[in-house]
């Protein structure tokens, strides 16, 4: 296999005693990387000293640069020619604003048309080739905006085990005049009994807060905004159909079909912490231009 674009670069401190010599396994450890990447590490890649190949074990000075690679495994996607509108991208990931309709990746009855095939084909048109698909969140089919899109597995678990929060501000659209310029809902959240699919709030689900905010509303549709703090499957469709304002063009949820013909719901806002850099990164984007008709014919400001 390849051997892959590093997944991390280390250098060991200026300042370090020489008498206090640690291990490259040592190193690793305290730059974060969790045992079970450690692990994967240690069996399947390789790691270099100052551009040598050593084992874990071996002992560092200071000035000392250690580089880990994963060998890059084949893909299974196929390359789809889709220019994705990116808002964001560095060396270890991008953000991606993705449209309505479109699959993260292949399934059994959707193998070519997804984010995925077109990640490849844009990584292969840039010379990306060790650049990888490894998604930090996912959108539903029908949802559209930003999602984070790690190029390699250290990025995406890093993600995890540092437990950096990413906060997610969605908007919607709903049936009917939404009453409360804002609300609070604590509604825990199951599978719905008899379908593998549909959610529903249920006193025995996991627990589910979102928070709302209507920022025009008319007697026909409202258009609101939300901060999740869970990551329940449908969080948002379900709490707002079981409110009585399902989202329009959710029919799964009770949402009418007449004004659109997917779900109006747009990832409109992440704000997270660069797992990499450290940097704290804050990305938006416009909303759907389906949607625009919509709220000139229908909506006023409060």
């Known amino acids: 296999m390849p051997l892959g674009a590093p997944l991390l670069t280390l250098t060991v401190p200026t300042d370090s005693p020489p008498t206090a010599r640690i291990s490259i396994n040592h ?10 990447m ?8 390789l790691v270099y000293l100052n551009g040598v190949l050593q084992t874990w074990h071996t002992l560092l000075q200071p000035t000392d640069t250690v580089t880990l690679y ?5 893909t299974t996607f196929e390359p789809w020619d889709y220019e994705l509108p990116i808002r964001y991208e560095d060396e270890h990931l991008l953000v991606i604003n993705k449209p309505t309709g479109l699959l993260m990746h292949p399934t059994s009855t959707e193998r070519y048309h997804t984010v995925a095939n077109a990640l490849v084909h844009y990584y292969e048109q840039t010379n990306q080739r060790n650049a990888a698909f490894h998604p930090v969140h996912r959108l539903d089919k029908d949802t559209s905006g930003l999602v984070i899109i790690a190029k390699n597995a250290l990025v995406q ?9 990413i906060r ?12 409360a310029p804002l609300a609070t809902i604590h509604w825990p959240i199951a599978r719905k009994e008899g379908s593998i699919i549909e959610r529903a709030c249920h006193i025995q689900g996991k627990s589910a807060h979102t928070d709302v905010q209507c920022i025009a509303h008319s007697q026909r549709l409202s258009r609101v905004r939300f901060q999740l703090h869970t990551g329940r499957t449908h969080q948002i469709r379900v ?12 029919d ?15 990832a409109i806002g992440l704000q997270f912490v660069h797992p990499m850099t450290k940097e704290g990164l804050h990305l938006c984007t416009d909303i759907p231009p389906s949607w625009e008709t919509l709220i000139l014919q229908y909506l006023r400001k409060d």
């Open 252 to 266: 799964l949820y009770g949402g009418s079909l007449d004004l659109l013909q997917q779900q109006a719901l747009h």
């Open 38 to 45: 450690r692990r994967r590490l240690r069996t399947e890649g």
């Open 70 to 74: 994963l060998p890059t495994r084949e």
């Open 239 to 250: 709490h707002m159909s079981h409110l009585g304002y399902p989202l329009v063009g959710d």
């Open 168 to 179: 997610k501000t969605y908007e919607a659209l709903c049936d009917g005049f939404f009453p």
């Open 157 to 165: 678990h890093s993600f995890m085990k540092q437990q950096l929060p």
């Open 27 to 36: 190193l690793v450890r305290q730059a974060g990387v969790s045992q079970a």
